[in-house]
């Protein structure tokens, strides 16, 4: 449908320049002869300035046409522009998350798979769900990004997954400071026998694990309790030392807190809450330490507490 007016214009446009170069010719004719020319002169001048007329015509059509078709290239290579300045950009950023994504520790498909499944959340999926995808993804991009920047990552309140995580993944060891008074419920807990089985797979697997409880008085290492507690570790291959706190050195005094070194590398450490018995303190904040210097100086702590540290009672 669409063609139909251009041709009809065509058309119409080409009898015009017909009419005109008649009419130019006809009134030609009738001026030179007037003039008394002969016929053959009279008829002659009509067809040469009607023909000059519809070439002239063509060649102010075809000035026009010139011009629209560089308006049109000009208004295309424009655009053209345009594009290749929008896209080209989008192509070497693709390109370059492509690359990326191949030489990822990680690897290609794990990364893959996770922009793969994330796609697959409709618009049509209910409000919530998809507000949940989201901050789950904003909270697991901030993780990587700190993770990478190898800076401290907090969460507020008593953590489970990164814990459970770490002991699981572990490679060659994890050395823990436990505050016995700190953590005198944990082990009876769901997420401290969850931890108990991470650290004795961890074991059995052929992993170090250590871990030094720290007393309030030297009078703690006889609590049956605890006892108990270290006798059921060692079953599992975790290595337990008890350790005075009047016994720790008294530069170092100020450094001891629940803390846990996984491979040398990476530390987790957990801040209780303050309150006049230590019983009853939770965990307010836990923080996953990856800054070298620091690891590095969690990791000198454990090592000079675990040599003054001793064996509990009827253990091996």
Sequence with gaps: MASVPRVTGESSGVTRKILLTVATGGLTFLITNALDQTQATSITLSILIGGIALLTRFLADFEKRLAALEKIEGDSIAEMRHLIDDTFPQISRATELYRMIDTSALGATLVTEFVDNSTRISPDSPQIVQ????????????????????????????????????????????????????????????????????????????????????????AGADDPDLLRVCAEQARMGIRARLLARPEVPPHQRVQVRDLIV?????????????????????????RLVLTTDRVKQCVQLFSDLWEVSFDPKGVT
Excluded: C
Excluded at 148 to 168: A, H, K, P, V
Excluded at 272 to 281: C, G, S
């Design 131 to 218: 507000h949940f995808v989201r901050a789950k993804i904003q909270e697991t991009s901030g993780l990587l990004k700190q993770i990478s920047e190898g800076g401290t990552i907090t969460y507020y309140g008593e953590d489970r997954e990164w814990l459970l995580g770490l002991t699981r993944n572990a490679t060659t060891g994890i050395d823990a400071i436990s505050m016995a008074a700190v953590d005198h419920s944990l082990w009876q807990s769901e997420i401290g026998q969850r931890y108990l089985d991470a650290q004795r797979r961890a074991a059995a697997s052929g992993r170090r694990v250590r871990r030094i409880f720290v007393l309030d008085t030297a």
């Design 262 to 286: 996984f491979d040398d590398t990476l530390a987790y450490e957990t801040t209780p809450t303050l309150t006049a018995d230590p019983q009853l303190a939770q965990i307010s904040e836990t």
